[in-house]
């Protein structure tokens, strides 16, 4: 057998490296792809104290009691659910009652609306008013899972 010199040697070293460094590289613009892939669904609910059904032959969610922490927001009560913002009620995009939870970040946005538009609000405003049931309708942009925005509609 032949003895490898050192040139030899450091040019193996270095192929082995580029490989692992081409492989390594190939991996992460995969998972940086399928973590851009973010599903956004839009969610709506009437804060009113029932569970929602059917109601006058269309589909009205309604909420029960609303807790929250810093970090999160769950809601009892079922929803309008769709990856679309204008929430369409009826049977399809009805989600039943049940306990659910959201995720809240700093980079959630919180609103009220009016005539004009939306109006920004703080956090502990909006939070509260959810857990007040006061017949406000209350629509999430959810995107993976954490609230981009929560906007109050009278």
Do not use: H
Not at 54 to 81: A, D, H, L, N
Not at 129 to 137: F, T, V, Y
């Amino acid at each position: 057998m032949k003895k490898s010199t050192w040139k030899e040697r450091i040019s193996k070293f270095l192929a082995i490296v580029l490989v692992f460094g081409i492989v390594l590289s190939c991996t992460n613009i995969e998972q940086a792809q399928a973590a851009s892939k973010k599903k956004t669904y839009y969610y709506g609910t009437v804060l009113n104290r029932t569970k929602g059904g059917r109601k006058y032959g269309s589909w009205q969610p309604g909420t029960k009691k609303v807790t929250y922490t810093s970090k999160s927001i769950t809601f009892y009560g079922s929803f309008m659910k769709s990856t679309k913002a204008s929430l369409q009620f009826n049977k399809k995009n009805f989600v039943k009652y049940g306990k659910k939870t959201f995720k809240l970040t700093s980079k959630t946005k919180y609103y009220w609306t009016d005539e004009y538009g939306k109006i920004p609000a703080k956090k502990y405003e909006a939070l509260r008013c959810c857990k007040s049931l006061n017949g406000l309708m209350v629509a999430l942009k959810v995107t993976n899972g954490k609230v981009v925005s929560l906007t109050f509609y009278s």
